[in-house]
C-alpha cells in the first residue's frame, strides 16, 4: 500500500471518533491558528453582519470583511471542506468577497426566507413633522397623522422594506485533485444530497430527471437524454430554505403547483438548441409529485423555548436549520463543524444533534457562557473546555 493510501486510512480511520465538544472562549483570530492544519471537515457560522446591530459593538468590528479571517478558517479546512456563512442583504457582497479573497471558491448562495421580519423603515412624513418643531405637530406624530403640508404630501413613504430573507453564503476550500480523489484522501467531498432530501409525498419519493449519455450539439453545447428515475428520500434539495409563515404566504400566492406529473411535456432541445434552450424537439415527460410554492425545506424561526433561559442573543438561528445545513454538509464518518462565531451556540446543538463534532469559538464572555450551558444540559458528559 502507498505512503499516500496509508496516510488517506489514517484520516478515514480518525474520522470516525466523534470528538467531545470543544467549545473555546476568545478571539477566533487569536484561537484558530492554534488548531492544526487540515483539521475540520465544514464550517457553518453566523458572523457579525457588520450593520451596528442595536448598537453592539461586535458587529460593527469588520471581522466578517476581512480576508485574513476567512484564511484563518481555510488553513484548519481539510481540502474540498464547505463554508456556509450567513450574511445580511446589505453587506453580504462584502463578506463573500473577503471569502474569495481568502482562496475559497463561491459556489452558490441560499436564501433562507421567513415571514416574520420587523420593518425597520423610517416614515419621511413623521420625519419632516418632528423637523419642524411645532408642538401641534409633535403631537400629530404621535397620533400617526401628518400636521404640515409637507408631511402630508409625504405621508406613506419610507426608508427601508421589511426584512424577509438571509443569504447564505456557499463556499468551498478548493480540492487537492478531483473530488473522487479528495474523497479518498481527505475524507470530504460535496454535499451530502441524500440527507438533505424534502419529504414529498406518503413514500417520501420523487420522479425526477437525470441526464445520461451526454452528447453536444452543432455549436458545440453539450445536451442529455433525458429519463425519469425514482429516487428515495425526496425531493433533491435546492438553495431556497423556508420558514412556516413564508411557507404559507407562498403557497397562497402560488396555490397547488400539480406539476408535469400528469405527464405534462416539454420539447427537447433540437440541433440548433443547448440544453437550457426554448427550442423545439421531441416531447418528453416530466415527472414532480406536486403541491405548492413551499416544496423545500423550512423551518420556524428558534422560539423562546428554543432559545433557553437567559439567552437574550440578538440574532439566534433555528436549530431544525441548523441541524439542515450541519447534515448537508456531513462527511460519510460524521466529521467536525467549525464556528469561528459561536454565538449562544446553536451551531454546535445542531453538529451534536446530527452525530457530527463540533470546535465553537466566542469572543463575548456572556455568550460563550450562554453556549457552554445550553450544550452542557443537552450532552452534560461530552462538555470538554
Given at each position: 500500500?502507498?505512503?499516500?493510501?496509508?496516510?488517506?486510512?489514517?484520516?478515514?480511520?480518525?474520522?470516525?471518533?466523534?470528538?467531545?465538544?470543544?467549545?473555546?472562549?476568545?478571539?477566533?483570530?487569536?484561537?484558530?491558528?492554534?488548531?492544526?492544519?487540515?483539521?475540520?471537515?465544514?464550517?457553518?457560522?453566523?458572523?457579525?453582519?457588520?450593520?451596528?446591530?442595536?448598537?453592539?459593538?461586535?458587529?460593527s468590528?469588520?471581522?466578517?470583511?476581512?480576508?485574513?479571517?476567512?484564511?484563518?478558517?481555510?488553513?484548519?479546512?481539510?481540502?474540498?471542506?464547505?463554508?456556509?456563512?450567513?450574511?445580511?442583504?446589505?453587506?453580504?457582497?462584502?463578506?463573500?468577497?473577503?471569502?474569495?479573497?481568502?482562496?475559497?471558491?463561491?459556489?452558490?448562495?441560499?436564501?433562507?426566507?421567513?415571514?416574520?421580519?420587523?420593518?425597520?423603515?423610517?416614515?419621511?412624513?413623521?420625519?419632516?413633522?418632528?423637523?419642524?418643531?411645532?408642538?401641534?405637530?409633535?403631537?400629530?406624530?404621535s397620533?400617526?397623522?401628518?400636521?404640515?403640508?409637507?408631511?402630508?404630501l409625504?405621508?406613506?413613504?419610507?426608508?427601508?422594506?421589511?426584512?424577509?430573507?438571509?443569504?447564505?453564503?456557499?463556499?468551498?476550500?478548493?480540492?487537492?485533485?478531483?473530488?473522487?480523489?479528495?474523497?479518498?484522501?481527505?475524507?470530504?467531498?460535496?454535499?451530502?444530497?441524500?440527507?438533505g432530501?424534502?419529504?414529498?409525498?406518503?413514500?417520501?419519493?420523487?420522479?425526477?430527471?437525470?441526464?445520461?449519455?451526454?452528447?453536444?450539439?452543432?455549436?458545440?453545447?453539450?445536451?442529455?437524454?433525458?429519463?425519469?428515475?425514482?429516487?428515495?428520500?425526496?425531493?433533491?434539495?435546492?438553495?431556497?430554505?423556508?420558514?412556516?409563515?413564508?411557507?404559507?404566504?407562498?403557497?397562497?400566492?402560488?396555490?397547488?403547483?400539480?406539476?408535469?406529473?400528469?405527464?405534462?411535456?416539454?420539447?427537447?432541445?433540437?440541433?440548433?438548441?443547448?440544453?437550457?434552450?426554448?427550442?423545439?424537439?421531441?416531447?418528453?415527460?416530466?415527472?414532480?409529485?406536486?403541491?405548492?410554492?413551499?416544496?423545500?425545506?423550512?423551518?420556524?424561526?428558534?422560539?423562546?423555548?428554543?432559545?433557553?433561559?437567559?439567552?437574550?442573543?440578538?440574532?439566534?438561528?433555528?436549530?431544525?436549520l441548523?441541524?439542515y445545513?450541519?447534515?448537508?454538509?456531513?462527511?460519510?464518518?460524521?466529521?467536525?463543524?467549525?464556528?469561528?462565531?459561536?454565538?449562544?451556540?446553536?451551531?454546535?446543538?445542531?453538529?451534536?444533534?446530527?452525530?457530527?463534532?463540533?470546535?465553537?469559538?466566542?469572543?463575548?464572555?456572556?455568550?460563550f457562557?450562554?453556549?457552554?450551558?445550553?450544550?452542557?444540559?443537552?450532552?452534560?458528559?461530552?462538555?470538554?473546555?
Amino acid at each position: 500500500m502507498s505512503p499516500r493510501a496509508i496516510s488517506a486510512r489514517r484520516r478515514r480511520a480518525s474520522l470516525r471518533r466523534i470528538d467531545p465538544p470543544r467549545l473555546i472562549h476568545g478571539d477566533c483570530l487569536r484561537e484558530l491558528p492554534r488548531l492544526p492544519s487540515n483539521s475540520v471537515d465544514t464550517c457553518v457560522t453566523d458572523p457579525p453582519y457588520e450593520l451596528g446591530f442595536m448598537g453592539k459593538s461586535w458587529d460593527s468590528s469588520g471581522i466578517a470583511f476581512d480576508p485574513a479571517t476567512w484564511r484563518a478558517v481555510s488553513r484548519v479546512l481539510r481540502p474540498g471542506g464547505f463554508l456556509l456563512c450567513f450574511g445580511g442583504t446589505r453587506t453580504f457582497h462584502r463578506v463573500a468577497c473577503a471569502i474569495e479573497d481568502a482562496g475559497f471558491e463561491l459556489r452558490d448562495c441560499m436564501m433562507w426566507l421567513y415571514g416574520s421580519g420587523f420593518p425597520k423603515s423610517l416614515d419621511v412624513s413623521k420625519a419632516i413633522d418632528k423637523r419642524g418643531g411645532d408642538p401641534l405637530a409633535w403631537r400629530a406624530v404621535s397620533e400617526a397623522a401628518p400636521a404640515t403640508d409637507a408631511a402630508k404630501l409625504w405621508d406613506g413613504w419610507g426608508t427601508a422594506l421589511k426584512p424577509a430573507w438571509e443569504p447564505i453564503i456557499v463556499a468551498m476550500k478548493p480540492t487537492d485533485g478531483t473530488f473522487a480523489e479528495n474523497a479518498l484522501q481527505w475524507g470530504v467531498a460535496g454535499m451530502h444530497i441524500d440527507g438533505g432530501r424534502v419529504p414529498s409525498g406518503e413514500d417520501h419519493r420523487e420522479k425526477c430527471e437525470s441526464v445520461v449519455g451526454l452528447a453536444s450539439n452543432r455549436n458545440g453545447n453539450s445536451y442529455g437524454e433525458w429519463k425519469s428515475s425514482w429516487k428515495p428520500g425526496g425531493r433533491f434539495p435546492a438553495n431556497l430554505l423556508l420558514d412556516e409563515a413564508a411557507a404559507v404566504l407562498l403557497d397562497e400566492q402560488s396555490g397547488h403547483l400539480a406539476g408535469p406529473g400528469n405527464k405534462a411535456t416539454r420539447r427537447d432541445h433540437g440541433a440548433s438548441d443547448s440544453i437550457f434552450g426554448m427550442g423545439g424537439g421531441a416531447p418528453t415527460t416530466l415527472y414532480d409529485r406536486g403541491g405548492g410554492a413551499s416544496r423545500f425545506f423550512y423551518v420556524a424561526k428558534a422560539g423562546k423555548k428554543e432559545r433557553g433561559e437567559g439567552n437574550d442573543h440578538p440574532t439566534v438561528k433555528p436549530l431544525k436549520l441548523m441541524e439542515y445545513l450541519c447534515t448537508l454538509t456531513r462527511t460519510p464518518t460524521g466529521g467536525t463543524v467549525l464556528d469561528p462565531f459561536l454565538g449562544s451556540g446553536t451551531t454546535a446543538l445542531a453538529a451534536l444533534n446530527t452525530g457530527r463534532g463540533v470546535i465553537g469559538i466566542e469572543r463575548d464572555e456572556q455568550y460563550f457562557e450562554i453556549a457552554r450551558k445550553r450544550v452542557a444540559a443537552a450532552r452534560p458528559r461530552r462538555l470538554s473546555a
